[in-house]
């Protein structure tokens, strides 16, 4: 059973900085990529940032320039370093990995339990 860790979240004031990190465990065959989404109140759930497994990202436009996503040197854990943050961040982050199981290559998708920033003087 793959299982991912969040953790992080919290109170945050304008123009300040947040990391969230997330912890794969589990047996998996490949990592194709990791990410993060988040869903405010309301709104649909959204990618925030990607990276995949040769180390390319991939950021949505409105966190461009502001948050950067790493990873560990095994793969296994994500970074999201969230910085100039604005109350329009405030949401659910979401960590989220997709891959394959096994050598016979069964994808796999699995979610996190999701990590609560609020960006608010």
């Known amino acids: 059973q793959v299982q991912l860790v969040e953790s992080g979240g919290g109170l945050v004031q304008p123009g300040g900085s947040l990391r969230l990190s997330c912890a794969a465990s589990?047996?998996?065959?490949?990592?194709?990529?990791m990410g993060w989404y988040r869903q405010a109140p309301g709104k649909e759930r959204e990618l925030v940032a990607l990276i995949i497994s040769g180390g390319n990202t991939h950021y949505a436009d409105s966190v461009k320039g502001r948050f950067t996503i790493s990873r560990d040197n095994a793969k296994t854990t994500v970074y999201l370093q969230m910085n100039s943050l604005k109350p329009e961040d405030t949401a659910v982050y979401y960590c989220?990995?997709?891959?394959?199981?096994?050598?016979?290559?069964?994808?796999?998708?699995?979610w996190g339990q999701g990590t609560l920033v609020t960006v608010s003087s």
């Open positions: 989220n990995l997709g891959g394959y199981r096994d050598s016979a290559l069964n994808y796999l998708e699995v």
């Open positions: 589990g047996s998996i065959f490949r990592i194709n990529a």
